[in-house]
């Protein structure tokens, strides 16, 4: 065993490598205000060039806005970057998941931070980049009932003023944390960009949900962009999803182009934009939320919306952009589905479609259910148990 | 989209009533109340008909969930932890099911363990709310998952067969 000596001066060495490696190549420090001063030592000249093009008003109140980055997998950590370059004011990241060699064919990541926790390891690589951004990091699970109230409180209070944020960003890749999102959404009022790539990587979409204005994630099933792959030969056995640096880098770019527009008030937002990589084909549509949706603060903010007086839009609507009619019935299915295929998608514009109707359950047995009297759950718990 | 000896095993699961996930407090409990009282009866119609493979139990609140699965092959029992979490939007979203010890060892999971379930899966659990439960998660979503998948772990060498796992199990 090594004595306290050899373990100290072990200490001491592996601090001067440690010194050494982290002084690799000039350091970039803090900027006060953003320049548009063209030198080469200004990382925000280019940007503040879109101001003197007319393109941007403002471009300096990027440093205002905050934005919440939830997920920072292929699609959340690119995302993260091009904010962080873009000099926004405060980024907050949610993940609990660890850098993983699996990883390794999407940006951003680099082996040697594989077992670091992801929201860690992209925090240190994003002050590094910028460290005029102001990072802070979430590593947990939003769906669980322990940390989705702290979630809530960090979305509503965490904003550069101490309020809500300006913007949420959905880079999860799951169903179950999309609808967690758009819960917490739904009850704070905040505004937020869904995004997300398919499992067979060859597509993907953003949606920008404004409570009450626009369709949340719960007013219908899962929209999908189509692929234009024979759903019969695709084949999913012995593997659960696939993906692709591309299609991840091109949602990613869309999502953040849209933040942009979103936040600085250029250009226009999409409401649903699709990205299918087989034929390069991006449809876009508006949806109106569902009067019906399961979500009851979905109901609440479109009360809210209709009793706000609307502003008049002077952009004529472009005519593919058919807003749905209100009393679209989101349960049509077009085909039985008594045969063993993947159902019929119900269409919405060309190109984008719901992944599943919502009606006709003809397929479950109905069955008893379970009695209303009086049990006690300690007694249910201890008859689990003894059997 | 079911085929008939699910259609036969779900006809025999209660189904619930109550639409309350774990932030509803009361409702919760009833909620709750009713899961397990459809899990019992589950687990007794798989005893009663010679197929009983699981176990589950949970934290006070109900809101995690652990146990045990076994799956027969070759007359050799094979023995899996289970756990979850009961997600804050259920019971709209089904539980995410994990067996971490298979973690890493097959493509048809999620990182920590979730099992990847048939497309079928999640259109039939949204087109069911509020009355599946976790039993319908169990013979729709874990069951299944078994059939298919560890068969093929066992023939890949991918886990090998432990006398232990038997002892735990009876
Ligand atoms: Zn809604």
């Known amino acids: ?387 | 989209m079911v085929d008939e000896s699910t259609r036969k095993t779900l006809s025999n699961i209660p189904l619930l009533q109550t639409k309350a996930g774990p932030r509803d407090k009361d409702l919760w409990i009833q909620r709750l109340k009713e899961e397990y009282q459809s899990l019992i009866k589950y687990v007794q119609n798989n005893k009663e008909a010679d197929n009983d493979w699981f176990r589950l139990e949970s934290n006070k609140e109900g809101t995690r969930w652990f146990g045990k699965c076994w799956f027969i092959h070759n007359l050799l029992k094979y023995e899996f932890d289970i756990e979850f979490d009961i997600p804050v939007t259920y019971p709209h979203t089904a539980p995410e099911i994990a067996l971490p010890e298979l973690d890493g060892k097959t493509a048809k999971m999620y990182r920590g363990g979730k099992i990847c379930l048939s497309d079928h899966f999640k259109p039939l659990w949204a087109r069911n709310v509020p009355r599946f439960g976790l039993s319908h998660a169990m013979a729709l979503g874990l069951g299944p998952w078994l059939a298919v998948e560890v068969p093929d772990l066992i023939n890949r060498g991918a886990i090998t067969y432990r006398e232990k796992q038997v002892e735990n199990a009876s």
């Open chain 1, 1 to 387: 065993m090594a004595t306290v000596e050899e373990l100290k001066a072990k200490i001491v060495q592996l601090e001067m490598k440690l010194e050494a490696a982290q002084q690799k190549g000039p350091k970039r420090h803090k900027i006060d205000v953003m320049s548009s001063e063209v030198v080469d030592s200004n990382p925000y000249s280019r940007l503040m060039a879109l101001k003197r093009m007319g393109i941007v008003d403002n471009y300096e109140n990027i440093r205002n806005f905050t934005v919440a980055v939830v997920g920072v997998g292929g699609v959340g950590s690119v995302t993260a970057e091009m904010l962080t370059r873009c000099g926004i004011g405060r980024l907050l990241l949610f993940d609990y998941d660890k850098v993983e060699l699996a990883n390794m064919n999407r940006l951003f990541f680099q082996p040697h931070q594989a077992g670091l926790s992801k929201v860690a390891a992209a925090a240190e690589t994003l002050r590094d980049i910028n460290p005029d951004v102001d990072i802070k990091t979430y590593n947990y699970n939003i769906t669980t009932v322990d940390n989705f109230q702290n979630f809530m409180d960090t979305i509503s209070t965490e904003s550069l003023i101490g309020g809500q944020v300006d913007l949420l960003l959905s880079c999860v890749d799951n169903f179950e944390a999309r609808y967690a999102i758009n819960t917490a959404c739904n009850e704070l009022n905040q505004c937020w960009i869904e995004s997300g790539v398919s499992e067979n990587a060859v597509s993907g979409h953003i949606q920008l949900v404004i409570p009450g204005e626009t369709a949340c994630f719960a007013c219908a099933p899962p929209l999908v962009v189509a692929s234009n792959i024979d759903e019969k030969t695709l084949k999913k056995d012995g593997v659960c999803a696939a993906s692709l640096p591309t299609t991840m880098g091109v949602i990613a770019g869309l999502l953040v182009q849209n933040t942009l527009k979103y936040l600085l008030k250029f250009g226009q937002t999409s409401n649903y934009l699709g990205y299918s990589a087989l034929t390069d084909f991006f449809p876009t549509m508006r949806l109106k939320p569902n009067p019906v949706c399961n979500d009851n603060y979905c109901k609440i903010r479109q009360k809210e919306f209709e009793a706000r007086p609307k502003v008049i839009e002077l952009v004529k609507e472009e005519e593919d952009e058919k807003p749905l009619h209100e009393d679209n019935d989101w349960g049509i299915s077009l085909v039985d589905e008594s045969a063993n295929e993947p159902e019929a998608k119900t269409q919405m514009v060309d190109g984008i479609s719901l992944e599943y109707s919502l009606s006709n359950d003809n397929d479950v047995p109905k069955s008893s259910k379970t009695a209303q009297d009086d049990v006690n759950l300690e007694d249910l718990i201890a008859q689990m148990k003894s059997i």
